[in-house]
């Protein structure tokens, strides 16, 4: 099993890059037949490199609310999404 394979047990389909918060919305360049952008997470192990959309990890989020970095809204989406993560982890 290769460390892909284990950083998608236990995910669902949609979470991958393209759908986590962490998947920048400033940081981003095309790539022939997609886009790739800065990982901004810096517990996961593509921390500061370029993902694909479809790339996965153990360090996924959410992103209902938009990218962390979306532009002019950093500080609240951070802040609603820490609230999320404190709901979520008492479940």
């Known amino acids: 099993m290769s460390d892909e394979d284990d950083d998608m047990e236990g995910l669902k389909p949609k979470q991958n ?5 962490w998947w920048s919305e400033m940081v981003a360049r ?11 997470n810096s517990k996961s192990r593509f921390h500061s ?10 360090g ?24 999320i993560d404190e709901e979520t982890s008492h479940d």
């Open 30 to 40: 095309g790539c022939g037949a997609g886009v790739e952008a800065l990982c901004l």
């Open 49 to 58: 490199e370029y993902t694909r959309e479809r790339q996965v990890c153990a």
């Open 60 to 83: 996924w989020g959410e992103n209902s609310m938009g990218a962390i970095d979306a532009p002019g809204q950093e500080s609240d989406i951070l802040e609603l999404y820490e609230s």
């Open 17 to 21: 890059c393209s759908g986590c918060r």
